[in-house]
C-alpha cells in the first residue's frame, strides 16, 4: 500500500471517529509478512493489489493463514475485460478474472461467488473452508 493511500484511510476514519481501527504497514511479498496471528480474522479484502503482485501465490497463502475456518476473502481487481479509461492500470497489466479466480483456488480457497464492484472492477467471493 502506498503511504499516501494509509494517510487517506487513516485521516477518514479520524474524521468519522472510527477509533478501533489499527494499522499494519506490511510485507506481503514474504510468508507471515503481515505479522497477525493463525485464524485471527472473518474477512481478507484485496483491492487492486494482486494485478501489481509478482507473488500472487504467496499473498494469497498469507490471506488463507490469516483467516478463520468459514472466513471470506473479498477480491477486487481492475476489470481487464472492460474498457480503458483514465483511471486505472493499462488494460495489458490488468489480472483477468478467470486468472483471479484461478489463483485463489489454488492457494486452498473455494470460490462462493461474484459481486459488483462498480463499473471499472470485477469482484470476486471465496471461502476458507
Given at each position: 500500500m502506498q503511504d499516501a493511500a494509509l494517510d487517506a484511510i487513516r485521516s477518514k476514519a479520524a474524521?468519522?471517529?472510527?477509533?478501533?481501527?489499527?494499522?499494519?504497514?506490511?510485507?506481503?511479498?514474504?510468508?507471515?509478512?503481515?505479522?497477525?496471528?493463525?485464524?485471527?480474522?472473518?474477512?481478507?479484502?484485496?483491492?487492486?493489489?494482486?494485478?501489481?503482485?509478482e507473488h500472487k501465490?504467496?499473498?494469497?497463502?498469507?490471506?488463507r493463514r490469516i483467516l478463520r475456518e468459514g472466513g471470506r476473502l473479498a477480491m477486487i481487481e481492475w476489470d481487464?475485460?472492460?474498457?480503458?479509461?483514465?483511471?486505472?492500470p493499462p488494460?495489458?497489466?490488468?489480472?483477468?478474472?478467470?486468472?483471479?479466480?484461478?489463483?485463489?483456488l489454488q492457494a486452498g480457497f473455494e470460490y462462493d461467488r461474484e459481486f459488483s464492484a462498480g463499473s471499472h472492477h470485477y469482484g470476486l467471493l471465496f471461502v476458507k473452508k
Open positions: 474524521f468519522e471517529h472510527l477509533l478501533n481501527i489499527e494499522y499494519i504497514r506490511a510485507d506481503l511479498d514474504n510468508p507471515g509478512g503481515s505479522h497477525l496471528t493463525d485464524r485471527f480474522i472473518d474477512l481478507v479484502v484485496m483491492a487492486n493489489v494482486l494485478f501489481q503482485a501465490d504467496i499473498i494469497l497463502h498469507e490471506a481487464a475485460s472492460g474498457p480503458d479509461a483514465v483511471l486505472g488494460r495489458e497489466s490488468r489480472m483477468k478474472k478467470e486468472t483471479g479466480r484461478a489463483v485463489a
